[in-house]
């Protein structure tokens, strides 16, 4: 039904609908399914996608890189003296968990990636609760998401060994944007914007993981993510346009990645996994 972010939009504004009803509809006619279908396979992935977002505890991940954000973030949230507020915190502990389950071999939804797994899950969660929403809000919001990220995907990539973490993170930032300006009553146009923005605000983050394991900097990177889509949705709600079309910017990321030396596409041989420490820690690893 749709190709592009263009397509979208004419196709929202002919039908006067959102982009997350477009989504269902698109989905319905690719899988061959009925609409309670799409619905049930939707949210049992929203469901999984909840649960990888709450405390993993003393899960080990492979590289032991990281563990116990969440619980180090909640505490300082607690306190009630944070730098960028209730919310930020709350979103990105979220976002911290998602990841520290993901590197333990936990259940986890990638959407778009298994990297990028906490940035959506953090924005639908935290965007629902000081939007007054239910399930049915977030998703309606994880719809919307999927829109975007299929266009990604059908017009560059979101795989990190291809277009580095901008590919990773920046197509989950830009999904879950667009979900919290729909989510928060915006319109298609304003989604899409939201969107772009985000997907600018991340264009050229390389793909550089110690020991080539998703746990650092990815981990950090998901918990940025998340408030890299809070403030994108919050630009676009108040009126602020990209004023490089979503279409473009997706071109232009995928340009941008296609010209990225290998050694920043996720093989770990560049960035901070060739600094000396991350050196030292990757020998460790591999004992």
């Known amino acids: 039904m749709y190709n592009n972010g263009s397509e979208l939009l004419a196709l929202c504004n002919d039908q006067n609908m959102s982009i997350w009803e477009a ?25 999984v996608m909840i649960r990888s977002a709450d405390d993993p505890g003393e899960a080990k991940t492979m590289g032991g890189l990281i563990g116990g954000e969440y619980r180090k973030v909640k505490a300082y949230k607690e306190k009630g003296r944070t730098l960028s507020g ?14 520290q389950n993901n590197a333990a071999m936990g259940r986890i939804c990638a959407a778009p990636t298994a990297g990028s797994c906490g940035i ?20 309606q919001g994880a ?12 017009n560059a990539t979101v795989a990190g060994a291809e277009g580095g973490c901008q590919a990773e993170c920046g197509s ?35 793909c ?11 981990s950090k990177r998901n918990a940025s993510g998340v408030l890299n889509a809070l403030s994108s949705a919050d630009l676009a709600l108040a009126g602020v346009e990209s004023i490089i079309p979503f279409d473009e910017v997706v071109e232009a ?25 991350g050196q030292k820690l990757a020998k460790t690893i591999r004992g």
């Open 253 to 277: 990321m995928y340009a941008v990645g296609l010209a990225m030396h290998p050694d920043f596409k996720e093989t770990a041989r560049g960035g901070i996994a060739t600094t000396p420490t």
């Open 172 to 206: 989950a930032a830009a999904m879950a944007a667009a979900a919290l300006t729909e989510m928060a009553g915006g319109t298609p146009e304003q989604a899409l914007h939201a969107a772009a923005i985000a997907l600018k605000n991340i264009m050229g983050l390389v």
């Open 208 to 218: 550089d993981p110690i020991a080539g394991l998703v746990e650092s900097p990815c």
């Open 23 to 47: 989504a269902v509809l698109d989905e319905m006619e690719q899988a061959e399914a009925m609409r309670g279908q799409v619905l049930d396979r939707m949210t049992t992935a929203l469901r």
């Open 120 to 139: 959506l899950p953090a924005a639908l969660l935290t965007g629902a609760e000081e939007l007054g929403l239910g399930e049915e809000g977030m998703l």
């Open 143 to 154: 719809f919307t998401a999927a829109a975007v990220g299929k266009i990604i995907v059908q």
């Open 86 to 99: 209730e919310t930020a915190n709350r979103a990105m502990m979220r976002a911290l968990a998602c990841s």
